[in-house]
């Protein structure tokens, strides 16, 4: 497979695991994955939980916050500034295994919430974060292998789930932790 008029990275990237990574068990295997992130249900549904309990209820509400933000900003700003189109619009002749969504590509939603509730799970919780986050990677890369979108893609997707968890936590520890406790 050649990606042409894809950028070097992106292109060498998506070709590698196009030509090597396909095989039944990751056939099944990342498009559950994938599921699993739609609309970042996990996180939600993690969310949800953690406010059921008094020790957890603030990382519940932090989590929510972080992803809410993240959200407006990727979802609703980003993705419609820059029109970056999927790579499943762009070459699409390369067999799918998932429906090509119909939004823009770039940030993924699906890494920026993994990464937002995954990182705020971990600065909240360290030793108890670390399936969040290796789940959260799998979904990331399951966009990839899935060919929604570009490694770029995640890469942004995650860096701004990042940013907006670290955002909210900061915010939080200066403005109101000493406050609620």
């Known amino acids: 497979m050649q990606l042409a008029g894809v950028p070097g990275f992106d292109a060498v990237i998506m070709e590698f695991i196009q030509n090597t990574l396909h095989n039944t068990v990751t056939d099944t295997v990342f498009p559950f994955l994938t599921r699993l992130g739609e609309a970042g249900a996990v996180w939600l549904i993690l969310a949800a939980v953690l406010l059921c309990f008094k020790k957890t209820r603030t990382t519940g509400v ?3 916050i972080a992803m809410a933000l993240t ?3 990727g979802e609703l700003g ?3 500034l820059i029109c970056r189109p999927r790579p499943c619009h762009t070459f699409p002749e390369v067999p799918l295994l998932i429906p090509c969504p119909d939004s823009f590509s770039f940030p993924s939603g699906h890494s920026a919430s993994s990464f937002t509730a995954a990182v705020m799970l971990f600065l909240r919780h360290k030793k108890q974060a670390w399936p969040a986050l290796i789940l ?3 979904i990331a ?7 929604v979108h570009y490694p770029t893609d995640i890469l ?3 860096l701004l ?4 968890a670290c955002a909210v ?3 939080y520890k200066r403005k109101f932790e000493s406050k609620l406790h």
């Open 71 to 73: 959200f407006v900003t």
């Open 78 to 80: 980003l993705k419609n």
């Open 169 to 171: 936590y900061t915010v």
């Open 136 to 138: 959260a990677a799998l």
């Open 156 to 158: 942004a997707g995650a």
């Open 62 to 64: 932090l989590v929510l």
């Open 141 to 147: 890369f399951s966009r990839v292998f899935l060919f």
């Open 161 to 164: 789930g990042t940013l907006f």
